[in-house]
């Protein structure tokens, strides 16, 4: 049982009690228990041997218990802040009102957070991504940490589909255009849908415009422009400093970042071997509820089936035939 006792306090509430009881004379129990007659006597004449509470019973306020209400009334509907009640207190309420006399007041009366009493502000409603038919697809890359066996580290490109939300993924060893190239020729030839149009970032390994700046538009003479021009695939890119523009592969990138933090890996093969067989996963066994519970590759065979003239070739649910 936990027992609160003043800190000062010289007995317990066992030799209170035995105080209380004895009929011996008061000198004899101050002696016995080291205790001045006054406490003795205390004791004495109580019937319950736990500390009272130390709260002042009157306190010492320039407010009435009226003037209290008012102030808190109107700290409740017109949400002032403390100088400004203070100023309002003054003028109309008490002349003598301190700030911290009315401070205190608020808090004893469960109002001093002023924040506390704002309404919440409703959640931003969530917008979702606008409805496309397959071939809009999502690009980006993803930094992958440095593995014990590898010199430096490497980099994952990443593709995924915006009705689909079938993904393509590559290691590559550096993030340059050739390889952001090399990227998307080895998409192209994976994906059974028709890429019609490819976003990404405005990284130097998609496009050269300068530093980002929205003033400056892509030259065209860039190597990932001239293969996007050579496969007949639209090339936008997002407003700089906007990432959440390709918020659909940051998603899944988050769902990469929360593989590499809950595997151990081995070696870089090792890695690399456990992301592919996560986005094997994704592809072919996660159910969406963007997708209506289906999978990206269920959701690609019912668009094949009511689109086929959006694909290249029908897509297969067999490891290997996709790719």
Known sequence: MNISLHKCARTTPAIRAEIAASSEPA???????????????????????????????????????????????????????????????????????????????????????LNALKPAAAPAPH???????????????????????????????????????????????????????????????????????????????????????????PSGTHEFDQLCQAL???HRLTKPRTPQTNGMVERFNGRIADVLKTNRFRSGEDMEQTLLRYVRLYNHQLPQSALKSQTPLQAMKAWYASHPHLFHRAPYDRPGCDS
Not at 171 to 192: G, Q, V
């Open 232 to 234: 007949d695939i639209e």
């Open 127 to 217: 917008k979702a991504f606008k409805a496309y038919e397959p071939g809009y697809l999502h690009m980006d890359l993803k930094y992958l940490p440095q593995m014990a066996d590898q010199t430096r580290r490497s980099y994952l490109f990443v593709a995924i589909d915006r009705a689909t939300r079938w993904v393509f993924v590559q290691i590559k060893s550096n993030k340059s255009a050739h390889s952001a190239s090399s990227f998307l020729r080895a998409l192209h030839k994976a994906c059974p849908i028709k890429i019609q149009k490819l976003l990404t970032d405005n990284g130097k390994e998609f496009t050269d415009r300068l530093f980002g700046g929205a003033q400056r538009k």
């Open 27 to 113: 000198s004899v129990l101050a002696e016995r228990y080291n205790l001045s007659l006054c406490t003795v006597y205390k004791w004495k004449r109580r019937d319950v041997f736990t500390d009272k509470s130390h709260t002042a019973h009157r306190l010492q306020t320039t407010l009435t218990a009226q003037q209290e209400i008012i102030a808190v009334h109107l700290r409740k509907t017109l949400l002032l802040p403390l100088d400004d009640l203070l100023s309002v207190v003054r003028e109309f309420l008490c002349p003598k009102a301190s700030r911290s006399g009315l401070d205190r007041c608020l808090r004893r009366h469960g109002v001093g957070n």
